[in-house]
């Protein structure tokens, strides 16, 4: 299956972001005194999981919306949400079970890429469409 | 020891109950991508801005299912100790 671009390039958005608000966590850590080891692995493991969630996100949703039936896509999806919260489980769980990760910092990640829409968001990059214009359009396109 | 009964208990049933957020996003997601399906079968020539915008609105929608995950797993592995340590 051939990676779509914009599937690409939400991936590549969304690891920048993930990486930065990372280093910044990794910051607050060092400003703390308390970057050592564990913190390190855990941000890896954390950001790391976070950015290849999102990526199989993109994967699922390019694949469910190709089959072009809608109750196909729908379960596609549905399975592919509870696989994926099936596998952060195992990963946050190793998180807290593992003496060499910081638990802190492998569950934060998972809501860096949030965050990072956020901030597109903010910053032009991705605006969702309002629904008074997509009425407006509508109602426009039925009078004509 | 009852006490600390008590609180596994409590830590537990919480923990079940913020796992139960975690359904509506799976629910959710699903939705979002049959009416996607339909949409393109209307506008074959949207389905890149589709795409796009569904990949972002999943994410942001699968984010309330981490919280009450997260929430969950807090409860099991982090609450009981300080809640004991209280007592």
């Known amino acids: ?144 | 020891m009852l006490e600390k009964a008590i609180v596994m208990a409590g830590c537990a049933i919480g923990a079940g109950l913020a796992l139960i957020a975690g359904v509506g996003p799976g629910i959710g997601e699903g939705y979002a991508v049959g009416k996607a399906c339909e949409a393109i079968g209307r506008q074959p020539e949207s389905k890149g801005d589709l795409l796009s915008t569904m990949l972002l609105g999943c994410a942001i929608a699968e984010t309330t299912g981490i919280y009450g995950f997260v929430t969950g797993l807090l409860l099991i592995f982090v609450a009981p100790g300080i809640f004991i340590n209280l007592l």
Do not use: C
């Open chain 1, 1 to 144: 299956m051939k990676v779509q671009e914009t599937v690409k390039k939400e991936t590549m958005h969304i690891a920048v972001g993930t990486l930065l608000l990372t280093a910044v966590m990794l910051l607050v850590f060092l400003v703390l005194g308390r970057l050592d080891q564990p913190v390190v692995l855990g941000a890896v493991l954390g950001s790391g999981f976070a950015i290849l969630n999102f990526f199989v996100l993109g994967l699922s949703v390019q694949k469910s919306v190709a089959t072009g039936n809608a109750t196909r896509g729908k379960l596609m999806m549905t399975l592919s949400y509870s696989l994926r919260m099936l596998v952060m489980m195992g990963v946050v769980v190793l998180g807290f079970a593992l003496p060499y990760f910081s638990w802190v910092t492998v569950v934060l990640p998972q809501l860096f890429p949030r965050l990072t829409i956020a901030g597109m968001q903010m910053l032009g990059m991705y605006k969702p469409e309002k629904k008074g214009e997509d009425e407006a359009a509508e109602e426009g396109e039925r009078a004509e």
